[in-house]
T-cell receptor
Framework: AQSVTQPDIHITVSEGASLELRCNYS??????LFWYVQSPGQGLQLLLK??????LVQGIKGFEAEFKRSQSSFNLRKPSVHWSDAAEYFC????????????FGTGTRLKVLA | DSGVTQTPKHLITATGQRVTLRCSPR?????VYWYQQSLDQGLQFLIH???????AKGNILERFSAQQFPDLHSELNLSSLELGDSALYFC????????????FGSGTRLTVV
């Protein structure tokens, strides 16, 4: 069965520091992978997505993610965090076999210290 | 503004009652998805409609139902409400089957008292 694991429930970083949020997935075929961000009181916004090709994908707001098939991971990174990045981040996997839904991880809440 | 409109933003109702949540998809999007976000269950897929037809069901209770109308807006009906139904309900839309990502609305926060 498809599943997504985000092992870190909370992460705290200082403003200007680098960030890496972990995501591991379980899926038999080639996954479609996504990262979404949810600010307080807001809906989810798509940060970036991976379908195939280059395993390093660039997204909005300076985020990037790297797909590693051997590790079943799709970690999100940002070289320098801004206070406005404080939010909850969700990793999701979608099927390629005709299923029209995504499996979301439980989310990682990011706190940024000034 | 994502372009996906959900109303109402907040809803407080009593157990046993019935409510309707409304979603207007982004202009041009044919697919509408409903998700429930709760503290204990996280984000759970409920149902997907494409151009008026149901395409996929997830963990949707029998007390819940949805439909998509000819103008592509969608409604999620929740009946015989229980305290455990309190959650944030999101609607999302996409042009096609959603393989390339969704656009989410800002959600309806339902509180059952």
């Amino acid at each position: 069965a498809q599943s997504v694991t985000q092992p870190d429930i909370h992460i705290t970083v200082s403003e200007g520091a680098s960030l890496e949020l972990r995501c591991n997935y379980s899926y038999g075929a080639t996954p479609y992978l996504f990262w979404y961000v949810q600010s307080p009181g807001q809906g989810l916004q798509l940060l970036l997505k991976y379908f195939s090709g280059d395993t390093l994908v660039q997204g909005i707001k300076g985020f990037e993610a790297e797909f590693k098939r051997s590790q079943s991971s799709f970690n999100l990174r940002k070289p320098s965090v801004h206070w406005s990045d404080a939010a909850e981040y969700f990793c999701a996997v979608g099927a390629t076999s005709g299923t029209y839904k995504y499996i979301f991880g439980t989310g990682t809440r990011l706190k940024v210290l000034a | 503004d994502s372009g996906v409109t959900q109303t109402p933003k907040h809803l407080i109702t009593a157990t046993g009652q019935r409510v309707t949540l409304r979603c207007s998809p982004r202009s041009g999007d044919l697919s509408v998805y409903w998700y429930q976000q709760s503290l204990d269950q996280g984000l759970q897929f409920l149902i997907h409609y494409y151009n008026g037809e149901e395409r996929a069901k997830g963990n949707i209770l029998e007390r819940f139902s949805a439909q998509q109308f000819p103008d592509l807006h969608s409604e999620l009906n929740l009946s015989s409400l229980e305290l455990g139904d309190s959650a944030l309900y999101f609607c999302a839309s996409s042009v096609d089957s959603g393989y390339y990502g969704y656009t989410f609305g800002s959600g309806t926060r339902l509180t059952v008292v």
